[in-house]
């Protein structure tokens, strides 16, 4: 059955255990059983991501995180990186990721 089509994105979850990670330079395990952290890594092709576009992204993660979570506001002790990631360091399926092969991908798929 083929995929759908559309837009989307890959979601990689990482759990650690209590006793690799640390909050304000003490390990999670020893900052009580209400210690939450969350590290979101958003890695993007590079482009025009302005400061204040990135400050977008930042803030959006995070509040779609406390809302998911149920929480009125994010935790101080999530965070979000964003990366940029140059063109031609991205591979999939043995291939390296460019834009030359992206609008390739596009045109295939009549976006």
């Known amino acids: 059955m083929p995929r759908p089509r559309g837009s989307g994105f890959q979601v990689h979850f990482v759990e650690r255990?209590?006793?690799?990670?640390?909050?304000?330079?003490r390990l999670l395990v020893d900052a009580g059983p209400d210690a939450d952290l969350m590290v979101i890594d958003v890695a993007v092709m590079d482009g025009d991501w302005r400061q204040e576009v990135r400050t977008q992204?930042?803030?959006r993660r995070l509040a779609a995180m406390?809302?998911?979570c149920g929480r009125a506001e994010p935790s101080p002790a999530w965070w979000v990186n964003f990366r940029v990631i140059d063109e031609g360091s991205r591979g999939s399926r043995g291939g390296v990721l460019s834009e030359e092969k992206a609008k390739a991908i596009r045109a295939r798929l009549g976006a």
């Open 17 to 25: 255990e209590p006793d690799m990670p640390a909050i304000g330079g």
């Open 57 to 59: 992204v930042v803030e």
């Open 66 to 68: 406390a809302d998911a």
